[in-house]
């Protein structure tokens, strides 16, 4: 090893020394150029001296690992830019009507950027999600938006019979649901959490049994909205929340200080995500009192406390944003019956986004 760095060491000096020599009277009245070419040359002579010096080496591996986790970072904040193409589709309902009925398709994908092309966002198919899912533990909660959510999760990664044979138990209203997939030993539960402190006192439940799930995705705010219409109440329980997850995360002193953590994973590795509100459509909302009191104004008030309780990564808060509101900002009234709950298609965007930023977070490819 000595003797490398010798002989790298004399090229070097011969590699640095002799050309600046021989050029040094030619470009002596030029100083600009002469001080150009001899950095040049010097830079030329690190690089070449690096295999050499095993601190340097660790030094250039790290920045470069730095570079990479930058743009995996940057990645997920593109990750929810969604595009749609929506169109109606011509569909006779039966031979003997002559009234056509149309329905919209639906399809989606990524905005096509340079940047977002260099994340490599995918549709994942039901062999990809559930290799990426297997062995975990994901706990869903929140309202109805939440319910839809893991409706088209599992529509993912089970065929339609199994589907077809839990959605009466999936569906039933202000209920649990949980479910074990044993083909990839993955195990769901919904968990019904229609306010803010039903998440708070979920999170305190995964501290002191210290189990924790792998993924997390919570959403709350529509219940909020219609039963108590306060943004400012809303804003503060955000805050409460907020400081209980954080206190799940690996540089918490509650969980960092008496050993390992028993659970279904390290808390080296949880993934946090929020599940935004959608875009509500006042005209369509099925009745009075959601008319009046879900009104655009108060709409905005509350995406104002969420982005004041710096609850998101955008913020610089612990969860992944799941961006709802884009996704139905974006389909539109054609993807909505009822101007709160939208079209399967909008839920299935989303637990793309949600699969992707896991492939993100936990650099792995498929």
């Known amino acids: 090893m ?3 760095v010798q002989i790298g060491a004399l090229a070097a000096c011969v590699v640095l020394f002799v050309p ?10 030029n100083k600009m150029l002469f001080f150009g070419c001899s950095l040049f040359i010097t830079l ?6 690096t295999p050499y ?14 570079v990479v986790f930058d743009h995996r970072d940057s990645c997920i904040n593109l990750v929810n830019q969604i595009i749609w193409d929506v169109k109606p589709t011509h569909r006779v309902v039966n031979n003997t009507s002559f009234t056509p009925n149309y329905y919209y398709e639906k399809n989606w994908d990524w905005l096509k950027s340079r940047k977002l092309d260099a994340c490599e966002f995918q549709k994942l198919d039901k062999s990809d999600a559930s290799d990426l899912l297997n062995g975990s533990w994901v706990v869903v909660a929140g309202d109805s938006q939440a319910r839809l959510l893991v409706v088209s999760l599992l529509s993912l990664v089970l065929d339609q019979e199994h589907m077809d044979s839990i959605r009466g138990d999936l569906f039933k209203r202000h209920s649990d649901y949980d479910i074990v997939i044993d083909e990839i030993g993955m195990k769901l539960d919904f968990i019904w959490a229609p306010f803010e402190t039903n998440l708070t006192d979920l999170v305190t439940k995964f501290k002191e049994k210290r189990k924790y799930p792998d993924v997390l995705v919570m959403g709350t705010g529509l219940w909020h909205m219609l039963h108590v219409g306060n943004a400012s109440d809303y804003g503060v329980s955000l805050r409460s929340l907020k400081s209980s997850v954080v206190s799940l995360l690996p540089f918490s002193p509650e969980l960092g200080t008496d050993g390992p953590v028993t659970g279904s994973v390290s808390i080296r590795s949880p993934h946090l995500f929020w599940l935004g509100m959608p875009m509500l459509i006042n005209g369509m909302l099925n009745t009075e009192e959601k008319r009046l009191k879900m009104n655009d104004l108060m709409w905005h008030a509350y995406d104002r406390a969420l982005g004041d309780s710096k609850l998101l990564r955008q913020t610089g808060g612990p969860l992944v944003l ?3 509101q884009s996704l139905t900002w974006n389909c539109g009234p054609r993807c909505t019956l009822d101007g709160m709950h939208y079209d399967a298609a909008v839920y299935d965007a989303a637990v793309h986004i949600m699969l992707n930023a896991l492939l993100i977070e936990s650099h792995q490819r498929l």
């Open 44 to 49: 030329a002579v690190c690089v070449h001296l």
């Open 20 to 29: 600046m020599v021989m050029a040094g009277w030619h470009l002596s009245r």
């Open 53 to 66: 010096f095993p601190s340097v080496s660790d030094f250039a591996t790290s920045f470069s690992s730095f």
């Open 2 to 4: 000595v003797g490398g």
């Open 322 to 324: 799941l961006d709802i």
